[in-house]
């Protein structure tokens, strides 16, 4: 599993979702019921994992959504404005 979005917003994890859902890709979503343990701030960033297979067609699903500044560089991959 590769790490595709990291954020506190939770309408966005929402919206991602429903994206993913709609282009058929299997998605987990972490830290979303760690509300408990920090006070219900939000301070705590929510992660989206796709598989290590699904990661470049689910890239292409953000960006096509205009959400391709939210995708999570790392693991190699280094940000670049001309993605």
Do not use: W
């Not at 992660?47 to 999570?72: P, Q």
């Amino acid at each position: 599993m590769r790490e595709l979005v990291r954020t506190n917003n939770v309408v966005l994890v929402s919206a991602i979702g429903a994206l993913l859902d709609g282009a058929g890709i299997p998605y987990s979503v972490l830290d979303q019921n760690m509300s408990v343990l920090e006070g219900s701030l939000g301070i705590l960033p929510r992660r989206i994992l796709v598989d290590d297979e699904c990661y470049d067609e689910a890239c292409r699903v953000l960006k096509d959504a205009g959400l391709a500044h939210e995708i999570a560089f790392g693991a190699g991959k280094p940000k670049s404005g001309n993605d």
